[in-house]
């Protein structure tokens, strides 16, 4: 199908032909096999030939890189010295900042991202989200912008992380409370808050799941000290995600698994419809429709998690992992002092971010590519598997897999080319939206 309705402009538009690659295409590598591309979007070449008597204008040779969609990181808090939840300063400033954190994601390979924003007043939503709002990626502009990320403030005291308490809500009026929190940007929904973390026992959170997910709004379970009954009815309601499993939440008890024994359960209703679910394993409930138990993101830093228990995840639900950087404005930047939603962050020379004058873990200085990496040599899994958990997976959450997450005709030309010679995957070359970026 050619992307393009107006037959002049696909006539005049150059089209690009990727040879020598080894494709990552329905969960296999494929050799001997072409990429075609053009106006941003991955092209059926057969229409070139038939109905346009049209080849490729220009050859792009891969060398036997691996070519795979570009990365999607689904919370990411900042990097360079800023951070999402900062709100002083002028909008052209805030708008800069944005751009710059979108820029140098690209060196990673990562094409798209939720800008993150922890549990903040209200000022400080109707301030800086409207500069999260969806948009387009290109090789100069920067990572495409997926909508925002709001981590809380509807979460649990006793899980607070690095978020600041003063700001946190109930929510007796329901999706109102929701409303006053974040102001009109809610009312865009996935336009503009594309996730919400938030935990289901706080009062009036579980019944107001139903009314976020009619706005387009993924729901997130995280911070959050909840039984297992509450999560699962949560996941009932219309939840789908676990936000950074294992960490702010109840730790795993035999008697009560808390959130964490969501990623094992059995009786969950299936979902009428595959969109916003994870596909079948062999560990679903039923191996032939989509499982009902949430995504859940992970932190492959090996500070966050220990690697024994990020294999106990991807062994129990192996589709539903989608990994994260959490990465704060530290990222990219040496050990030293940063802020995370207005708070003081302390940063090693190891990576470790913690509370100044704590124990308490924020966020990590992780990038996506290292993220795969770890989560390989964690699992033993393979690259494939790998690749998925930060493409595919965060795709299927988001329901957007039409047009990110696989290398299909239709979706964008969003793509990365990895040397795996060595047995780990490395970034070699990055195109976003069909442009290559020049990468540092």
């Not at 006793?158 to 974040?182: L, M, N, P, S």
């Not at 299927?396 to 793509?415: M, S």
Request: glycine share 10%; aromatic share 6%.
């Amino acid at each position: 199908m050619c992307p393009v309705q107006d037959n002049s402009k696909c006539c005049a538009s150059p089209i690009y032909k990727i040879i020598n690659a080894r494709l990552l295409m329905n969960h296999e590598i494929i050799e001997g096999s072409y990429l075609w591309f053009q106006n941003g979007k991955i092209i059926n070449p057969q229409s070139l030939f038939f109905d346009h008597l049209r080849d490729a204008d220009q050859i792009i040779d891969a060398k036997g890189m691996l070519v795979v969609p570009g990365f999607i990181d689904t919370q990411i808090n900042g990097a360079y010295g800023i951070d999402f939840a900062d709100y002083e300063g002028p909008d052209s400033k805030i708008q800069k900042d944005i751009d710059t954190v979108a820029k140098g994601l690209l060196q990673y390979g990562c094409t798209s991202f939720c800008p993150t924003v922890v549990s903040s007043e209200p000022a400080v939503y109707q301030k800086v989200l409207p500069h999260l709002n969806a948009r387009k990626g290109s090789a100069t502009g920067g990572a495409e912008i997926l909508g925002a990320h709001v981590e809380g403030p509807f979460i649990s005291v006793e899980k607070k992380g690095a978020h600041k308490q003063a700001v946190f809500r109930t929510a007796q009026r329901g999706i109102e409370d929701f409303d006053d929190a974040y102001g009109s940007e809610l009312k865009k929904g996935d336009k503009a808050i594309s996730i919400m973390t938030l935990a289901p026992e706080i009062h009036g959170v579980t019944d107001a799941i139903p009314d976020l997910v009619a706005r387009g709004i993924t729901v997130a379970l995280g911070h959050s000290a909840c039984k297992i009954a509450e999560a699962e009815q949560a996941v009932v309601k219309g939840a789908t995600s676990i936000t950074h499993l294992f960490n702010a939440m109840q730790a795993f008890h035999h008697r009560d698994p808390g959130l964490i024994g969501v990623i094992g359960a059995a009786d969950l209703p299936i979902p009428e419809s595959p969109k916003g679910h994870p596909e079948p394993s062999e560990t679903s409930p039923c191996r032939t429709k989509p499982d009902p138990r949430p995504f859940y993101g992970i932190i492959c830093d090996g500070v966050h998690v220990h690697p024994n228990s990020v294999r106990i995840a991807y062994y129990s639900h192996p589709h539903g992992v989608v990994l994260v950087t959490d990465a704060l404005s530290a990222m990219g930047l040496p050990a030293g002092t940063y802020t995370l939603g207005g708070r003081d962050v302390a940063v090693d020379h190891n990576g470790a971010a913690y509370v100044k004058g704590t124990s308490t873990l924020a966020g990590s200085t992780i990038t996506i590519d290292e993220c795969i990496r770890n989560f390989q040599r964690f699992t033993n899994c393979t690259v494939v598997e790998a690749v998925e958990a930060a493409t595919l997976h965060p795709a299927q959450l988001l329901g957007i897999t039409d047009r990110k997450g696989t290398l299909n005709v239709g979706g964008d030309a969003d793509f990365v080319f990895l040397d795996d010679s060595s047995g780990e995957v490395r970034v070699k070359r990055v195109f976003v939206a069909g442009e290559e970026v020049k990468l540092d």
